[in-house]
């Protein structure tokens, strides 16, 4: 089982510019604010009426997210500090909007930013804060005015063309709209932002294809992709034909511009389509465009996933050449090497994945790669061990809790500890595909549950790609309803779901296609939609 990533995000990584790792060390955040706070609270015990100090320590606890404490400490603060104090009851002002918008009490930051604007009228600062949340809870007239007392301080201001604009196309004036963005983008016309504002406010016109460009064109005026990136994924769960053809166009008119074929891959992959992502992996490495190890490891993860075992071999070998430190590319590679042959070649896939816990043996992808391969070989005892570590990650946990409980069941014979993992599944109330809640659901002989599950799945999830329809299918195979599931795999193949391992080897358990495989028309049903596992443009 895969789980669904944004994995253009990872695949660009090596992309970007040095400089892009954080530091994400929440402990060491946590031990300072705790310390911070102490002394705060120290000096606020033997001096309660400072209220400079008070909304400082407000201030400390909104940065960390501490909204309730935050509110309680500048409400008081607002009650002490003397009218005349005019610059910090601004801030304090300015302090309890963003709390209010950080709790979603919109009317309430609406209100306090009002009171701020009275205090300083032209603050740029306060006159945005108001735009943007007048905007988010509809009042239009509100944001007009506070994006043109924007735009009076400064003509240029891209953000207020943009706010107005938006405001333009919801009062239905779409050549407004049109001018506001078009005269940012000549004003500006190498910065990223005003093409992304631009595409926005396209969208909210339903002009999805000039708003598809100018992402494009975002992506070649700044070093960093991702922000466009990540709208053209978004998009191209709605409009995904649309986004392929118009990255098509601009890779013809630059057939030799590397970006262009990556972003298409990536769409490509997120959308299960591994034949057209391999058709553009391909043409950067005998173009010569980029050298990069993610640019292999994407190449074999689309052969394995069509069944091109050697060639996925020499391509995730080159990735590891390059690049050794990501666990992810000894699981393919145990997965391919497992396979090429009769797929018991479990030594050689056992070592990659133990050559993968040297990086990260608690990585929860690498457990349940490990339970796989134990029940593989009938190795219960083991696989239930790397299951039990699975559970207590949350990236995993709801695979190795449907897995643990299988093992159990079907292996070991422990019905009542099979049931008590069924049931937590259950108990978690996530819905969603990961869930798996309807396989647990079937096991615990809620047939109607486990059906109505299938059909929201399919109801929540974009049609392309066909995964929803895949996990559908699997389900009812499960459910001995194999009618039903070839009903469920021919929609999800005529969606373009193009993972070829998944349909005709994946025995893993829960979801998999093994019992549909015999069905009679099964067959045929492949050779139907044979173009799903091609490569292509």
Known sequence: MKAKTLIAAIALSCLAPAGWAQDNDSQLQAKMNEAVMKVYDEYLTKNPDDYETRFSRAYQHYYFGSFLNALADVNQALDET??????????????????????????????????????????????????????????????????????????????????????????????????????????????????????????????????????????????????????????????????????????????????????????????????????????????????YHTVYYNTALCQANLLQWDDALVNINKALQMHSGDPDYFLLKARIERYRGRGDNFETANSLLNDAATINAEYGPLLIAKAHLMIAQRKDTEALNYLNAAVNNDDVKAEALMMRGWVNKYRLRNIDAAKADFQTLIAGGDTDMESLRGFALHEMARADEARAWAEQIIKDEPAIGGEAYYYAAALMSDMDDNDKAMQYLETALANGYGNLYEVMINENPYVNLKLVRRHDGFKALIEKYQTAFQERR
Do not use: C
């Open 82 to 291: 003397p009218r005349s104090k005019v610059d910090l009851r601004f801030d304090e002002l300015l302090l309890r909007a963003r709390i209010y918008d950080a709790r979603g009490e919109y009317q309430n930051e609406i209100a306090d930013l009002k009171q701020a604007l009275e205090l300083k009228p032209r603050n740029d600062v306060a006159s945005d804060m108001l735009a943007r949340v007048s905007m988010r809870v509809g009042e239009n007239d509100q944001a007009e005015e506070s994006y043109k007392a924007l735009l009076r301080a400064e003509p240029t201001n891209y953000v207020a063309m943009h706010g107005l604009a938006k405001v333009a196309v919801r009062k239905g004036n779409y050549e407004e709209a049109a001018r506001l963005v078009d005269e940012a983008v000549k004003l500006y016309p190498t910065e990223q932002q005003v093409y992304m504002n631009r595409a926005d406010v396209l969208r909210d016109m339903d002009e999805v294809v000039p708003a598809i460009q100018n992402y494009v064109q975002a992506m070649t005026v700044s070093e960093d992709m991702m922000p466009p990136l990540r709208e053209l994924v978004v998009l191209s769960d709605t409009n995904y034909d649309d986004v392929m053809a118009t990255l098509a166009e601009n890779i013809e008119r630059a057939p030799r511009v590397g970006m262009l074929y990556y972003v298409r891959a990536s769409i490509a992959i997120e959308h299960l389509h591994y034949g057209q992502a391999l058709k553009n992996l391909k043409a950067i490495i005998d173009y010569n465009l980029y050298d």
